[in-house]
């Protein structure tokens, strides 16, 4: 069964420094995988997805994802984090619908 | 601009008074999904409609129905809403099935 593993639940990250959010996958074929974030009370918005092509994908806000079929992953970074990062980060692989990930909660502190 | 829209932004019901969620949208895309997001955990696919044609998740409750009378709108009825169904309720849209999904600002639900 496909599914979608998110192994923390919160992330602290000071501001300036890096950040990754964790996310694994169990697909059968090739992965749709995509990030969201959803800030309070709004709905969840589209970061970037990976389909096909560069294994290093580019997303909204500075955002980048790196896709690592041999570990099964797709894990999201940043380079430098800031204050307005800290959000809920859902990882999500397409099979017929969207499957998610359990969620992350990011904080950045200043 | 505003390409899915959800209206109310807040709604509150009474236990067992009918209600109903619209969401619309000015993309034109064929898909449109309902979902259901219980504090911070990951939304709940209910139902989507591929143009006119409706798909129900297996463990839709019989509680919940929804319309789509054209290409922009859809709406999520909740026939007797249960203390159970308050929650965040998000629309979103999609070009086709395979296609990154754009979520409107979402309708919070609560049962009174």
């Known amino acids: 069964a496909q599914s979608v593993a998110q192994p923390e639940d919160q992330v602290n990250v000071a501001e300036g420094n890096p950040l990754t959010v964790k996310c694994t996958y169990s697909?059968?074929?090739?992965?749709?995988l995509f990030w969201y974030v959803q800030y309070p009370n709004r709905g969840l918005q589209f970061l970037l997805k990976?389909?096909?092509?560069?294994?290093l994908v580019k997303g909204s806000y500075g955002f980048e994802a790196e896709f690592n079929k041999s570990q099964t992953s797709f894990h999201l970074k940043k380079p430098s984090a800031l204050v307005s990062d800290s959000a809920l980060y859902f990882c999500?692989?397409?099979?017929?619908?969207?499957?998610f990930g359990q969620g992350t909660e990011l904080s950045v502190k200043p | 601009d505003a390409m899915v829209i959800q209206n109310p932004r807040y709604q509150v019901t009474q236990f067992g008074k009918p209600v109903t969620l619209s969401c619309s949208q000015t993309?034109?895309?064929?898909?449109m999904y309902w979902y259901q997001q219980k504090s911070s955990q990951a939304p709940k696919l209910l139902f989507h409609?591929?143009?006119?044609?409706?798909?129900n998740e297996a463990d839709t409750p019989d509680n919940f129905q929804s319309r789509r009378p054209n290409t922009s709108f859809c709406f999520l009825d909740i026939r007797s809403p249960g203390l159970g169904d308050a929650a965040m309720y998000l629309c979103?849209?999609?070009?086709?099935?395979?296609?990154?999904?754009?979520f409107g600002p979402g309708t919070r639900l609560t049962v009174t």
């Open positions: 409609y591929y143009d006119k044609d409706f798909n």
């Open positions: 999500a692989v397409l099979e017929g619908k969207l499957i």
């Open positions: 979103a849209t999609a070009i086709g099935p395979n296609y990154e999904q754009y």
């Open positions: 993309l034109n895309h064929n898909v």
């Open positions: 990976y389909i096909t092509g560069d294994n």
């Open positions: 697909v059968s074929g090739n992965p749709y």
